[in-house]
């Protein structure tokens, strides 16, 4: 050993599935896919280095900043930015560089641009000497918390250094040293002359550090406007501080305030509208607003309009002052808030509670167990869902799901829970044109959707959604009346395109943050067949605030049809169980075809089709419009089980009449393929079959188009290529049932399937559950412990083994070891 004494072996970072394996080691339960990313993100370069992974992991424990939601170890927060520990020696470094290296580093992180060519201007607003700024430059870059590039430009590649050494403060540090910078630019001292985006950009990040300098407002404006043809996110922030240094009563005021409010809808900036209308709701309170002039009532109905558009989008009512000032512009301070705030307190409105700032507690219900709605994710969760902060390493797991949750669904669907009646939806709990009792007025019609939306228990109607919000289509008035909404399927609630009609695609913006984001990701992500990521965006979703909005309700329902398809029964039934808290559910028909296709995948076959039916006996014209988001679906499912069960005689024409009824009641590309199937099966249709299969590769979901591909299978006269497309989609889905019962009919019709080579040869991957169990086989557990190890069933494991083994090609336990010891699965593993 002594000839190695003396080198030096640099080692370099580990690649992401070996830092991945020490994480779960070290978290021994499963980790949401989401952690892993945030770190991995807020880490940069540092994100191989086991040492910083593994410490900032625990400091995320020990801080509380972890939860356990639905069998997975998430971020309690995952809006919050992750730290460093404090004892980190990339902080200890930077600390070392004084207030000059906290400036620094808080306003590289806060400014577009900032190089070395700005260093003089920082140093000069600062009061630092320009010799020490660049020699504590060159530590930062040396010790890699900043990074120079070619061109000067410097960056914080680490982002999570920044919340390390500036807990807390890191905004307020970089609004004073930007405040800083504006004072200096604005003095005219300098020569040359600044560059006026320069002082405009650090005026606007300054924020409220900077008192109000109207002075500044034209330079604001001028510049905004220059820059918006071609970057129309720096113009609205521009614009923004624009309206912030405005005088009382200045007519820039109004005019700034017209272009702002529909550039941040357009470019889809949903927070920065939020702020905006309430800047300018607390203007017109002051007398500030600069408006004047007879249009009030329409100004108001606006911004009424663009608080509750901000606030569907970012997943937060319309804020308590917000919602007052309007009411006072009515008139109508005292008996239309507290009206307002009546009919948010009642349970049939379910909106806002009373008493209380909206934006501090969840509309329309109570947090579980009386704990801050901060601390439940999930506060509609039933009893033994809840999530609970995590212990330090060492300590017990927490108690998860109950042992056979597949078999309490059931249970409780044979109860008044179960959500299986269209009429359920028929009660309109909060008609817009009702006044509350005790009230004078009506509440604002926008401010009474946006209460409606968080209550969770009304779906999107179109109609309502054209009258409130077509004020604000660019070139139209109040007066137009709403435009008419054409084009989006009544079986499919899609908030995001039913927007982009009524305001118009020149008007909206498509959110990229959000909740509506977040299900516009899900949706598609689950029609395209790229199911990998579903259940940890659905756990994000639930984990991202305590409001729940009917996008909650589609994704727990999506992710509960992933979980049964992929065999992990027990999370499937913990999703749909929380669906059944209340029975509030606005969708029933798609509840009911998740609740269908659990039952069924659990041998429950009689108890599916009794659940289908129990919908679709109910009377098409007592429908309410929730009842048909997901019908198409349902429709097609039952089609499929009643095929099975030889009702080809009475039942399938019966189930034809009720397709051809809601298609003929609500249109729709996916109920017109679903009449088209269910007229194949009960007439052998050959013809519709073909034709649904052509709808849905143009217009349809991998899933979908799979059952239509099998419905051609079970009628042609050679069902080989249909039987080999079903099979390539189940395979790529995961969908181990319906890959078993095509192999079976391939095999009777004298079809060979795919070989196992060309499985394992396949893009296919593991589950986040299947490659969980497969990584404990490779360590030697048996069934019962890795049960226990991932609190779920000895027959929950059984299942995705037998998946496992169909997709690796691995004959026994021994050989799937063998295969895990030698990294030959690595490009199968996935995280879900």
């Known amino acids: 050993m002594s000839g190695f004494a003396d080198r030096v072996v640099d080692l370099g970072p580990l690649p992401e599935h070996r830092i991945d394996a020490l994480l779960a080691d070290a978290a021994r339960e499963p980790l949401d896919a989401a952690l892993v990313l945030a770190l991995r993100s807020a880490l940069g370069p540092l994100a191989g280095n086991p040492g910083t992974v593994l410490d900032t992991f625990e400091a995320l424990r ?83 918390a900043l990074v120079c590039d070619e061109y000067g430009v410097l960056r914080v590649p680490c982002p999570a250094l920044v919340p390390a050494v500036l807990p807390g403060t890191a905004r307020d540090e970089a609004g004073e040293v930007h405040r800083a910078l504006a004072e200096h630019l604005l003095r005219g001292e300098r020569v040359p002359s600044p560059d006026p985006m320069a002082t405009a950009e650090h005026i606007a990040l300054a924020g409220s550090a900077l008192p109000a300098t109207p002075s500044a407002v034209p330079l604001l404006e001028r510049e905004a406007a220059r820059v918006l043809p071609t970057c129309s996110t720096m113009a609205a922030r521009w614009y923004r501080a624009a309206l912030r240094h405005c005088e009382p009563g200045d007519q820039a005021h109004a005019r700034v305030l017209a272009t702002l409010l529909p550039l941040l809808m357009r470019i889809g900036d949903y927070e920065g509208l939020a702020a905006a209308v309430a800047e300018a709701v607390r203007a017109d309170s002051d007398g500030n607003g600069g408006g004047g002039g007879g249009g009030g009532d329409r100004r108001r109905a606006e911004l009424a309009a663009y608080a509750a558009l901000a606030a ?53 219900r109570e947090p579980a167990s009386g704990k801050p709605a ?17 212990k330090p390493a060492g300590g017990e797991p927490a108690a998860d799901e109950p042992a056979s949750p597949a078999l309490e669904f059931t249970d409780r669907s044979a109860t008044g829970q179960e959500p299986l009646q269209p009429s359920e939806a028929d009660h309109d709990r909060s008609d ?15 401010l009474e959707f946006a209460d409606r939306w968080f209550s969770g228990r009304v779906p999107l109607r179109a109609g309502e959604v054209g009258a409130v919000f077509s004020c604000l289509r660019p070139g139209g008035t109040s007066e137009d009346g709403p435009p008419r909404v054409e084009g989006t399927s009544a ?13 118009g695609v020149a008007g909206y913006g498509e959110p990229v943050t959000g909740p509506l984001a977040a299900y516009a990701r899900i949706v598609r992500d689950y029609r395209d067949g790229d199911w990998a990521g579903i259940p940890s965006g659905a756990r994000a979703l639930e984990l991202a605030g305590p409001y729940r909005t009917p996008v909650h309700h589609v994704v727990r329902l999506i992710a509960a049809e992933v979980h049964s398809t992929v065999g992990d029964f027990e999370r499937s039934a913990a999703w749909l169980g929380l669906g059944l808290v209340g029975g509030d559910c606005p969708f029933p028909a798609l509840r009911t075809w998740a609740g269908m296709g659990l ?32 019908i198409d679906w349902l429709l097609v499912r039952l089609a499929f089980a009643q095929w099975g069960n030889g009702g080809r005689q009475v039942v399938l024409p019966r189930l034809r009449e009720r397709s051809e009824e809601w298609y003929g009641r609500l249109g729709g590309t996916g109920l017109q393929a679903a009449s088209l199937i269910v007229r194949a099966f009960a007439e052998r249709d050959l013809v519709s079959a073909h034709a649904a299969v052509d709808l849905l590769r143009e217009h349809g979901g991998r899933s979908e188009l799979m059952r239509a591909c099998m419905t051609v299978a079970f009628l042609a006269d050679d069902p080989r290529p249909w039987h ?51 990584f404990l086989v490779g360590r030697g557990l048996t069934n019962r412990q890795i049960g226990r190890e991932l609190q779920v069933s000895e027959k929950t494991v059984e299942n ?22 030698e990294g030959r699965l690595a490009g199968l593993l996935r995280r879900s």
């Open 62 to 144: 020990l801080d509380g900043r972890l939860v356990r939601f639905q069998g997975h170890l998430c971020l309690r927060d995952p809006a919050t930015g992750l730290a460093l520990p404090v004892d980190h020696p990339l902080v200890r470094r930077v600390e070392e560089c004084g207030d000059t290296g906290r400036q620094l580093l808080a306003l590289t992180t806060s400014a577009g641009r900032f190089a070395m060519d700005d260093l003089p201007d920082f140093a000069a607003a600062t009061g630092h000497e320009l010799a020490a700024c660049g020699h504590t430059v060159d530590r930062l870059v040396a010790v890699g």
């Open 312 to 364: 569907v989008h970012t997943g937060r009512p319309v804020a308590e002052g917000v919602r007052e000032g309007l009411a006072e512009g009515d008139g109508r301070a005292a008996g239309g808030a507290a009206g307002g705030r009546a009919a948010a307190n009642d349970p049939t409105a379910g909106g806002p509670m009373s008493g209380e700032r909206v934006a501090d507690k969840p509309a329309g």
């Open 374 to 390: 901060t601390d439940e994710p999930a506060a509609s969760q039933p009893a033994g869902h809840e999530p609970t902060a995590d």
């Open 432 to 446: 817009p044109t009702a006044r509350e009792p005790g009230g004078s007025e009506p509440a604002s019609p926008a």
């Open 491 to 503: 079986d499919r609630l899609d908030p995001v395109g039913l927007f982009r009609q009524v305001v």
């Open 599 to 630: 039952a069924y995948r659990t041998g429950q076959w009689e108890r599916c089709r009794e659940l289908g039916w129990a919908f679709c006996e109910e009377p098409v014209e007592r429908a309410a419009e929730g009842s048909s988001v997901g």
């Open 724 to 774: 080999q497309e079903a099979h390539d989609i189940a395979r790529s889905l995961g969908d181990g049932l319906h890959r078993t019962t095509i192999t079976e009919s391939m095999r009777a019709s004298g079809t060979d399937p795919a070989s196992d080579d060309a499985d394992r040869d396949s893009s296919v991957g593991l589950s986040g559950l299947e490659g969980r169990i497969t």
């Open 800 to 821: 995705n083994l037998t998946q496992v083994f169909a997709k690796t090609g691995c004959r026994s336990r021994l050989d799937l070891a063998l295969a895990v010891m």
